[in-house]
């Protein structure tokens, strides 16, 4: 029995999802949306920490692409999806190439792909390292914020590791109201410390500015320390260097030696993320068979259901979720559609008839 072919499709029905039109958004129009914005953005983060503590994200675990031939490099696919009213799906990929820098390139390079919540058609295709290191900033800004509140008001600063991501945390501190009367700078590399401190200084930041001579002369003179490095494994096994009870911003996961943390509070962004891939609190689990040593969540602390001590150092170690990737994305798409400034591939998706 052969049945006759209808000659097109039927108009799709008012209120049915559509194939979305697919853009391209460069990083010049990215930093163009953020730039300038750190208050707005740390309050984005807050939202999105939020919802994740209610259950209303899906943020698996990251996937890590390693190479036998580049032991020191990396890949990472971050797939996440935001509920609440923002509601999109999406994917961060971001590369970690430590040997970038000594061709005066960053270490990392990334894209964002956002896909639409009824379809699942992807419809931005973003570059997205600005975007990830504006959250990683934004979301130490935001511990800062927290951890620090029942404490004297920090006003010594120090960095440990001085790329694209410590200029990011200064930028988004004093975007947000910081300021310090030192800033102390150490780098395995001098000239990379020397240049950090020269940007620094035209920024226009405030205070003293210093590059030292070791870990531990920053972090003793720091009320608030900052790792940003590209350490692989624990380098900082002392914990009377912390004595003085500093706030900690660990961004960089893998510093700190299972001693210090024990001897600290310690705060993460999630849990399950954050106790994997051999970070130090991964380490530290494994050492003492639970994680009795983690205090909470940020959300906690933001959410009141912990409290940060005063008598002890309190570290603050995030893993990094999608889902603030994805906030941060979405928000600077919204921007581009508003102001019409959109890049749009019009024939990316071509076969959307079934049947041919």
């Known amino acids: 029995m052969t049945t006759a072919c209808s000659p097109a499709p039927r108009p799709t029905p008012a209120g049915t999802p559509r194939v979305p039109p697919f853009a391209v958004v460069s990083g010049a129009q990215v930093q163009s949306v953020l730039q300038g914005r750190e208050q707005r953005i740390v309050e984005l ?10 259950g209303a ?10 190479f036998d031939d580049r032991p020191t490099s990396r890949m990472v696919a971050l797939p996440a999806s935001l509920g609440g009213r923002t509601r999109v799906d999406g994917l961060k990929w971001i590369s970690s190439f430590p040997q ?9 390079s990334a894209v964002l792909i956002l896909n639409d919540h009824d379809t699942g058609y992807p419809f931005a295709c973003m570059e997205s390292s600005i975007i990830s290191a504006s959250r990683t900033a934004a979301s130490a800004s935001l511990a800062a914020a927290w951890l620090c509140r029942d404490r004297p008001r920090p006003v010594s600063l120090g960095f440990v590791g001085t790329g694209l991501i410590a200029r990011y945390i200064h930028t988004f501190l004093a975007g947000t ?11 395995l590399s001098q000239d990379n410390a020397t240049a950090f401190r020269c940007s620094l200084e035209q920024s226009g930041a405030a205070g003293r500015i210093t590059v030292h001579d070791s870990v531990e002369q ?16 624990p380098h900082v096994h002392d914990p009377a260097w912390f004595a003085h009870r500093p706030v900690v911003l660990h961004v960089s996961l893998r510093d700190l030696a299972p001693a210090v943390l024990l001897a600290s509070a310690n705060i993460v962004d999630d849990v399950e993320h954050c106790l994997r891939a051999d970070t130090s609190p991964h380490l530290t689990e494994r050492l003492t068979g639970n994680r009795r040593f983690l ?12 409290t940060p001590p005063a008598d002890r ?3 603050f170690s995030p893993f990094g979720l999608g889902v603030l990737d994805l906030a941060l994305g979405k928000y600077v798409y919204d921007r ?7 890049h749009f591939v019009d024939d990316f998706f071509h076969e959307l008839n079934r049947y041919g």
Request: hydrophobic content about 45%.
């Open 45 to 54: 983060v807050e939202d999105v920490y939020r919802l994740h503590a209610e």
């Open 57 to 66: 994200t899906v943020n698996p675990p990251s996937y890590f692409l390693r």
């Open 100 to 108: 970038n820098t000594t061709a005066g390139i960053p270490r990392a």
């Open 177 to 187: 109201g910081w300021s310090f009367d030192d800033i102390g700078v150490y780098d």
């Open 218 to 233: 920053v972090i003793r003179l720091s009320d608030l320390v900052v790792f940003a490095t590209v350490a692989a494994r």
């Open 295 to 306: 205090d909470g969540t940020l959300a906690d602390v933001m959410g009141g259901r912990v």
């Open 313 to 315: 150092p309190v570290v």
């Open 336 to 342: 581009l559609v508003d102001s019409g400034e959109l």
